[in-house]
Structure formats: C-alpha cells, structure tokens
C-alpha cells in the first residue's frame, strides 16, 4: 500500500506524497504544469525544466493524460492555481502509462454518448459527475442501512438461484443447474416472508433481484437493486410508515453529508420529503388519470397503471405519495385481501412523481386463505410447497415491502435515464461489461 496523502488534506507547507492520475498537462516552456487528481480533487504542480534532472525530464515526454504516478514534494500557496495551492515537486514515478487515444474525456470538455461511457465505465467514473452519483449512492445505502438496524431489523442474505418464481413461471430467467430447472430470483419476497414469520420478526436486505422482461425504458433493467423490509406484527399502514420513514432518512442524509457531490450535480437544494406522505386510493387514482385529455385511452377499474397514467397523477402531486387499495386480482398471490371487501387488497404503491418506487402490502399469513389466494391467480400451490408448508406452522401476521434503489437514486437526483445510477447496468441489449 503506497502511503500517500489525499490531495484534498494537503495544505501550503506540508510535504507530502501524493497518487493519481495525469489530468491535464501544460507545456509552457520553461515551465510544465502537471494537474494530478485522484478521488478527493486536484492538485496543481509545476516542474521549472532547468532545475530538473534528465530522468524527470524524460518521464514528463513520456506521459500522457490519465496516466498514474506518484509524486513527492512541497505544498504552498499559489492563487493562480486551480485550487489555490500547488505542489513543488522532488520526485516524480510512474506507475502505469495511459494510451494518448482516450475513448471519452474525463475531465468533461468533451461530451460522450451514455452507450459510450457505458463501454467504458472504468474510464467514465473518473469523471467528476459520474463519481460524485456513486457517492451519493454510497451514502443512500450506508443511511437506509443504518436505519434499519435503528429499528431493531437484522440483515438477511436470500437465494439469487430458485427453484421457482416469487409470481409464478413468467418473466424468469432460467439457468443450468446440475441438471435441474432453476432460475434467477425476481424477489426475495418469498424467503424474507418466512425469515420474519419464523421468529426473526424483523428483517431487510439490500441486493439484487432479476426480471426477464424485454423493456427497453429509461427507468427498467434486467438486474436491478432491491431494498427489502419485512416485519412479523406489523400491517400494511405501519408499513408504509416505515417506507415514507426510510425515504425521509435517505434524503436527509444525502442533503447533509454530500453537499459538495450535490453541487456538482447542479443540486445546491435537496428538497427533503415531509412525512406522512399523501395517500390516494386506487379509485381516486385511476379518475385523476381519466380526467386528463392526455390519457389516450380511459381506464377501467382492474387495469394496471400505465406509464402515462402515472405521470399524469404525478403531476398533481407535490411530492412523494401512496396509492392504496388495489384490485385484489392484480396484486400478487400473498398480499392479503380485506374480509369485507375481497376484491380490494391491502396493498400499496408508494410513487415518485415520476415513477413508482415502492410495492408492498400486508401478507396473506392464513394458511387455508393463502391455498386460495394461489388457485385464484392459476398457480399450483404445489409448486410454492417450500412456501407454503411452512404457513401451517403458526405464521404470524406480517407486513412488508420492496424498494427499487436503483430509482431511488435516479429519482433524488432527477435524472433522466436509470443506467446514470448503476454500475454496470444489465438489460437486453447489454451483458458487458
């Protein structure tokens, strides 16, 4: 491990040594100026050409931008300096050389295409913007996290590899497994249901689940981040308490501990969401969007959402809301119905202006009224049997929900297009890198 400083706790007298990659380079002369960066900032430092040796002078011709070295020298005060300091240097190494032909910019002068920084996301997340949403999406986590542990949950780890899905055979991705049929998991809902009921009684994970649905939309992917809660004598109302509750912790935390990634993003205000959130029922949801004239088609009770439709209720809100009360025969299998009123179930959405982050409800936990919930919706109980078994063994009323992270982060920063957030984003056109 080189024992470096950080360029953003250098200051005028210090000597340090420092490590990063060539930002910029500027021949004037008698004089060369090298800007160094590595994940705290930039450093400016000035080589005078007659003072040096010929070794340091052939390491400068050698170097081009984002190349790595290491230098060794003194801090002082330079107000022409970018950032009012710069560095006098008596070493200088390299580390690794960078090939002159850069597929994209860095430093942000040239812009690139998404598909491009993409291909080249290694290269991409040297760039300013890029770092500072990965940060912010560090610090999303590390506060939900936290959260979660402050009420008293415990962190689970579930299968990603199953033997069927949490909805029934559509939209998996099927595997080879020794011979066998498997798939990879749409949602740990299954298995958190029965960590809870089987006296856990408060759990979360954070990872990731898999759809095999051929979208090609700004805000789907075929792998994408979950962030599951699930809790034994809870309901479906303390539930959406606990979401509107996490949201909350996560735009606070952001707005207090990222200002500088915030500015950097063009988001000096992060507008934090005042709790309780608005709640709408499904009813009143589907007459906001029959009212619009940029509806193309009117909605009748037991369609789902369209993208459209939620965009049109959106923009009547101000902020974060729910939609309760779903139709029964378009929410999963185990989210529970109301006795007076089975045709309507105790689910919810909890939306974003611009999208729906949030699905949850209270659990069927009746074992004979969770046989019927199956059959109703076509599948084989059967086929759940690992599930299902284990509901004749005094489950207790449960609650919980599951949140897309990835939207989270795209939605809080207001960005257009999901695969900003993510890594290296999965979906149908890309499997690498």
Not at 297 to 314: M, V
């Amino acid at each position: 491990m080189y024992d470096r400083t950080l360029i953003n706790a250098s200051s005028p007298g210090d000597e340090i040594t420092v490590a990063g990659w060539v930002h910029e380079m500027r021949d004037l002369g008698g004089l060369t100026f090298l800007l160094l960066r590595d994940r705290s900032g930039i450093l400016q430092v000035k080589f005078e050409k007659e003072t040096l040796s010929s070794e340091t002078l052939s390491i400068l011709d050698q170097l081009y931008r984002e190349s790595v070295v290491l230098l060794t020298g003194t801090v002082v005060s330079e107000k022409r300096a970018p950032t009012g300091i710069e560095m006098v240097p008596k070493t200088i190494e390299i580390l690794s050389l960078s090939d002159p032909n850069l597929p994209l910019d860095p430093s942000g002068k040239v812009t690139s295409e998404l598909s491009t920084r993409l291909d080249k996301r290694c290269i991409d997340l040297r760039r300013i913007e890029t770092r500072a949403i990965f940060e912010i999406r560090s610090e999303i986590q590390r506060s939900i996290r936290q959260r979660f542990y402050d009420i008293d949950c415990i962190e689970i780890n579930t299968p990603k590899i199953v033997a069927t899905g949490t909805e029934g055979g559509t939209d998996l991705f099927p595997i080879a497994y020794f011979g066998k049929e498997a798939f990879m998991n749409q949602s740990p809902q299954l298995f958190k249901q029965l960590v809870a009921g089987g006296g856990v009684e408060r759990v979360f994970e954070i990872g990731p689940i898999f759809r095999a649905e051929e979208h090609n939309t700004t805000r789907h992917l075929n792998e994408a981040t979950s962030i599951d809660f699930e809790a034994a004598f809870i309901d479906h109302e303390i539930a959406m308490e606990v979401a509107e509750d996490i949201i909350s912790i996560a735009y606070r935390s952001v707005s207090e501990n990222c200002p500088q990634q915030l500015h950097t993003l063009g988001l000096d205000g992060l507008s934090i969401p005042e709790t309780p959130f608005p709640r709408i029922s499904y009813d009143s949801a589907i007459e906001i969007a029959n009212n619009s004239s940029d509806l193309p088609e009117p909605l009748e009770w037991g369609d789902d959402l369209s993208t459209q439709a939620e965009r049109i209720i959106g923009g009547t809100m101000d902020s974060h809301y729910f939609i309760t009360d779903w139709p029964s025969e378009i929410k999963p299998f185990y989210i529970q119905n109301y006795d007076d009123s089975p045709e309507i179930s105790k689910g919810f959405d909890l939306m974003h202006p611009s999208m729906e982050l949030v699905s949850g409800g209270q659990r069927e936990h009746r074992y004979d009224s969770l046989i019927d919930a199956l059959q109703n919706q076509g599948l084989n109980p059967g086929d759940f049997e690992f599930y299902v078994d284990m509901f004749r063994y005094g489950m207790p009323p449960h609650s919980g929900w599951g949140m897309g992270a990835d939207r989270l982060v795209m939605s809080m920063l207001q960005l257009d297009n999901v695969r900003e957030v993510v890594l290296f984003p999965r979906d149908r056109n890309r499997l690498a890198p």
